[in-house]
């Protein structure tokens, strides 16, 4: 089923997000978890790209396995040195897995690349370029946003620009960058629409259930983080439990007001880790089943 068809009838949708293994022994593993979140109900699951060489076909493996229990799969594509051929290849072989939704991206510029090497060897530089190519194969498109402006990006105006343009060339909706603050999402939401754009929009939440995730979170994204999460890092980073806990508890808040704002997508990054995403979904799915009557 086509993703932009369920949050077309839906007033909130629920998505999960899995990542493939770097090995292939752990492959099994990976399917195993995204076949368990699949009993969960969400509305789809989304598997992201594996990172270069024989890797990237576990992205279509994991979305079939998902597919194959009755679940929506959006399996992620990034430009980042890809060829031409490769992506046609990779095109393929999801639609011969019965893939039908694909999360369009550029991908992170390679940390270990060398001067003059051309990282985007398809000539898709953009993932606008890649959301063209996808649409004329008939795929659902979705597109990935950041309420706080890319880490790349000069300024927040030139940001919503740049998303315009994807938006326009195809995405069907978009996901956000995972936050931490939501008034900076309702902040970007106001902004999204203020430029035209009005596809439907997802907000990433990521369950910070280990204190040394909040500096990778920052520099992986540039997320403000709030002093109320900061503080429940530094009281209970000694202490495993307790900061599961009280990260599921801050996952769920920022969830319920989401929710109560109106907000109609939750996607939540669930790290491979189906009992975070199992005691998250413990907490609201009553308010979820309320706010879809």
Do not use: W
Request: aromatic share 6%; glycine share 6%.
């Amino acid at each position: 089923m086509k993703i932009v068809d369920i949050l077309n009838s839906k007033k909130v949708s629920l998505s999960f997000e899995v990542f493939p293994p770097k090995k292939q022994e752990a492959l099994e593993s990976i399917k195993k978890t995204a076949v368990e979140l699949t009993s969960l109900n969400p509305d789809f699951i989304s598997v992201t790209f594996g990172a270069g060489g024989s890797t990237q076909g576990y992205t279509a493996d994991i979305a079939q396995a998902i597919e194959n229990q009755g679940t929506t799969a959006l399996a992620h594509l990034t430009c980042v040195r890809s060829t031409s051929e490769a992506l046609n290849h990779i095109i393929s072989n999801l639609k011969e897995k019965n893939i039908s939704n694909v999360l369009a991206l550029r991908g992170d510029f390679p940390k270990d690349s060398v001067e003059g090497e051309n990282v985007f060897p398809s000539g898709f530089v953009h993932a606008s370029d890649l959301v063209t190519l996808l649409k004329k194969e008939g795929f659902c498109v979705g597109g990935a946003c950041y309420p706080e402006g890319h880490p790349e990006s000069t300024s927040r105006e030139t940001d919503i620009e740049n998303l315009k343009h994807k938006v326009d060339a195809g995405v069907d909706f978009l996901t956000t960058q995972m936050f931490f603050d939501n008034d900076m999402l309702y902040s970007f939401l106001y902004r999204l629409q203020s430029a035209g754009i009005h596809v439907p929009v997802l907000a990433g939440i990521m369950p910070i259930t280990n204190a040394n995730q909040v500096s990778r979170m920052v520099d992986l994204s540039n997320a403000y983080i709030p002093r109320k999460l900061l503080a429940i890092c530094d009281r209970f980073k000694n202490s495993p439990e307790a900061m599961k806990q009280a990260g599921i508890a801050y996952a769920t808040d920022q969830i319920i007001d989401l929710i109560s704002n109106g907000v109609r997508g939750i996607h939540i990054y669930t790290m491979n880790k189906p009992e975070i995403a199992k005691a998250i979904i413990s907490n609201v799915n009553e308010i979820i089943k309320a706010t879809n009557l």
